[in-house]
C-alpha cells in the first residue's frame, strides 16, 4: 500500500515524501480511508504508530476544499490532554502541510499568557490544536467561533479522562455543531473511553492497533544519575564491559560528540564505530554493515542517524546525551527490543537534563528507575519531588543493591536539603 493510493493532496503527498515516509502505516492504512469516507473514528492506536498522521492528513484533505460556510472560526479542532502534545501535533500539521497555501493553524494551551491566544482567535484559522482546560476559558468569554467547525478530534483520549477533562471535552463537543466528523484516539477503548463515544461518537467505526512493542514493553527502561561528563564516561567504559550486552547503540546529541565518543572508547578497546549525519551514504552502509556482521559491538550514533536502524541484535540503548525532544527517546529505545526480543535502555542524566528527563516521563506516561553501580555513585544527589505511584522501590543493576527512585527530577547538593525531600538516593 502506499500514500498515493490513499488518493491524497499532492501537496500533502509531496510534503509526506520531503519528510521520508515511504508507506503508510498500519493504522494509517486502517483508518484514513475510512476518515475520508466521513466517518466517526474510535481508534486504539499508541504512541509511536504514526496515528497523529491519521487525522492531520484527513483533516488537510477537507482543508484542501474551501468552506461551504462563511466565517473565520476554525474548520478542523484537536484537543489534547498536555501542552507537549499539543505542540507535537502542531508541529505535525506544519510538516505535512507545508506545501498547501494558506494553511492557518493555532494552538491554545494552559499556562500560557492570554492575549497572544486572544488575538489568535480573532484571525481566521483553518485547525485549532488545544488543551481543553484554556479552551473552556476562551469559549465562556465568547471568543470561539465554532460556526464552521467540520472536525473535532479528540487525541489520547484516556489521558484527558485521566486528567478529569471529561466534563470539559463534553462541553467543548457541545458548543460544536452536531453535524461534524468525530474522530477518538485512545489507548484503551473500554470503560470510560466507550462511554464517551456513546456520547459524542456517531456510529463510529472501530479500529485497533495492537502494538506492545511501540509502548515499549518488551524494553526494561533505566537511569543513571551523573555528575559530568567524566562520570558518563567511567559509567559507560563500565557498563559496555558487561558481557550480558550483545550490542549497543549510544546516542549522542552531537555529530562531534559522537565522533570523539566513537573514538575515545575504540582506544579504549571497545569495539566502537560513530554514525551521523556528516558522514555520506556509502560510508554510513558501510558502518551499518559492520553492526549487522556483529564487527561494530558499539555504535555511537545521532539521532537523525539512527533512524529506522533495524539491527535485531541491538541488546541495549543507551542514551549518553538524553534527547532534546521527548519523541526522540521513543524513537531511540525502539532500536532495541526489536522483533520481540527483550532489551534494555539505559539513560544517563545529569543535573542540567533534569526538565527535559520530566519531559520524557510525561511523554511516555511513566518515570524511569533510577539505578546505581556500587562505587559509582552520583556525588550529587537526586531527589524526587513527585513520584507517580507514591512509592519507593529497590532494585539494583545486575543483582547490585542500586536503589531506585521512580521520578526523581531535582537534585540537591551533599550538603543541602536532599534529606528533606525523603526520597533521596545515593
Ligand atoms: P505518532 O504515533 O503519530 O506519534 O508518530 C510517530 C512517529 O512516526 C512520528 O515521528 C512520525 O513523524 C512518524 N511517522 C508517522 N507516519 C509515518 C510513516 N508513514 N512513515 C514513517 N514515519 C512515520
Avoid at 209 to 222: F, T
Amino acid at each position: 500500500m502506499s500514500f498515493e493510493s490513499l488518493n491524497l493532496n499532492p501537496a500533502i503527498l509531496q510534503a509526506l515524501t520531503t519528510a521520508g515516509y515511504e508507506q503508510p502505516t498500519p493504522v494509517q492504512v486502517k483508518a484514513i480511508p475510512e476518515a475520508r469516507a466521513g466517518h466517526d473514528l474510535m481508534v486504539s492506536a499508541p504512541t509511536g504508530t504514526g496515528k497523529t498522521a491519521v487525522f492531520v492528513l484527513t483533516a488537510l484533505q477537507r482543508l484542501a476544499q474551501p468552506s461551504a460556510k462563511s466565517g473565520r472560526g476554525p474548520r478542523v479542532l484537536v484537543l489534547t490532554p498536555t501542552r507537549e502534545l499539543a505542540l507535537q501535533v502542531t508541529s505535525a500539521v506544519d510538516k505535512y502541510c507545508r506545501f498547501m497555501r494558506h494553511m492557518r493553524t493555532g494552538t491554545v494551551l494552559g499556562g500560557m499568557p492570554y492575549p497572544k491566544q486572544r488575538r489568535l482567535l480573532e484571525q481566521p484559522l483553518d485547525i485549532l490544536v488545544a488543551t481543553p482546560g484554556r479552551l473552556i476559558d476562551f469559549i465562556d468569554q465568547g471568543r470561539v467561533d465554532f460556526s464552521r467547525l467540520e472536525m473535532l478530534v479528540l487525541d489520547e483520549a484516556d489521558r484527558m479522562l485521566d486528567m478529569g477533562f471529561i466534563e470539559p471535552v463534553k462541553r467543548i463537543a457541545g458548543a460544536t455543531p452536531a453535524a461534524r466528523q468525530t474522530l477518538l484516539f485512545s489507548a484503551t477503548l473500554d470503560g470510560g473511553i466507550a462511554k464517551l463515544a456513546q456520547q459524542l461518537l456517531r456510529e463510529p467505526r472501530l479500529i485497533q492497533i495492537a502494538a506492545p512493542r511501540a509502548r515499549h514493553e518488551n524494553i526494561e527502561q533505566r537511569l543513571h544519575y551523573v555528575d559530568d561528563g567524566g562520570h558518563k564516561r567511567r559509567l559507560l567504559d563500565h557498563l559496555l564491559r558487561d558481557t550480558g550486552l550483545g550490542q549497543a547503540i549510544v546516542f549522542t546529541a552531537t555529530k562531534r560528540g559522537a565522533d570523539r565518543l566513537a573514538e575515545a572508547l575504540f582506544d579504549d578497546g571497545h569495539e566502537a564505530a560513530a554514525l551521523h549525519g556528516n558522514m555520506n551514504q556509502n560510508q554510513r552502509n558501510r558502518t551499518l554493515a559492520r553492526v549487522r556482521n556483529g564487527s561494530v559491538r558499539v555504535l555511537v550514533a545521532t539521532d537523525v542517524a539512527a533512524r529506522g536502524i533495524d539491527v535485531l541484535s541491538i541488546t541495549h540503548v543507551i542514551n549518553y546525551d538524553l534527547p532534546k525532544v521527548a519523541e526522540d527517546y521513543v524513537h531511540r529505545i525502539g532500536r532495541t527490543g526489536r522483533a520481540g526480543a527483550m532489551g534494555i535502555a539505559i539513560s544517563f542524566a545529569t543535573p542540567e537534563d533534569a526538565r527535559q528527563l520530566k519531559q520524557i516521563e510525561r511523554f511516555t506516561g511513566r518515570g524511569i528507575e533510577a539505578h546505581v553501580v556500587p562505587g559509582m555513585e552520583p556525588k550529587l544527589r537526586a531527589r524526587s519531588d513527585f513520584s507517580r505511584d507514591g512509592r519507593g522501590s529497590s532494585r539494583g543493576q545486575n543483582g547490585n543493591q542500586g536503589r531506585v527512585n521512580g521520578a526523581a527530577t531535582r537534585w540537591s547538593s551533599r550538603r543541602d536539603g536532599g534529606r528533606k525531600a525523603g526520597r533521596v538516593f545515593s
